[in-house]
């Protein structure tokens, strides 16, 4: 029985760890200096507007998308965040209760499965703004930041 309670819980935080993991990405992503490392911290929009030329209407759309999706993100990052606190206090109580621990973790799931579906959603958006030259510019920068997800600092809300 104990083997049982060892291997769910090692799922659980496993779980737990990748989504935290999405989570640090996500706000460093956010939060974090620019892709460019000779910027200041929040010019990462400046700089993508420049390697990109877009047009002043493009900048207002970009910007409009930039906010919603922000806003979606940040709201389903407290979310899991919150999930994970509960999570923590069912696992540290006296007698932890697997079902309660089996919903918590796959609330999680599925606020992480609606941030990725958003993000893709958001990517598609920010395409349809952007001429075919504009595209490819915008997508090596995405690839860029996916490949150097584990830098500190490679990040900023430029998308």
Not at 37 to 42: F, Q
Not at 71 to 99: F, G, K, V, W, Y
Request: positive net charge; glycine residues 6%.
């Amino acid at each position: 029985m104990k083997k049982k309670y060892f291997v769910y819980t090692l799922v659980i935080l496993t779980v737990v760890n990748l989504s935290a993991l999405g989570t640090l990405v996500y706000h460093r992503f956010k939060m974090s200096a620019s892709h460019y490392p000779h910027e200041k911290p929040g010019r990462g929009l400046d700089q993508l507007k420049r390697d990109l030329s877009l047009s002043s209407e493009q900048v207002a759309r970009f910007q409009e998308y930039r906010q919603a999706f922000h806003a979606e993100l940040d709201s389903l990052s407290a979310q899991q965040n919150t999930l994970r606190q509960q999570l923590i206090q069912e696992l540290i109580a006296a007698s932890p209760d697997p079902t309660r621990l089996s919903e918590i973790v796959e609330s999680i799931n599925r606020l992480q499965l609606k941030a990725q579906k958003r993000v893709v959603k958001h990517l598609l958006d920010i395409k349809g703004i952007l001429s075919l030259e504009q595209q490819e510019k915008f997508f090596t920068v995405v690839l860029e930041r996916f490949i150097s997800a584990g830098g500190p600092g490679k990040y900023s809300r430029g998308d």
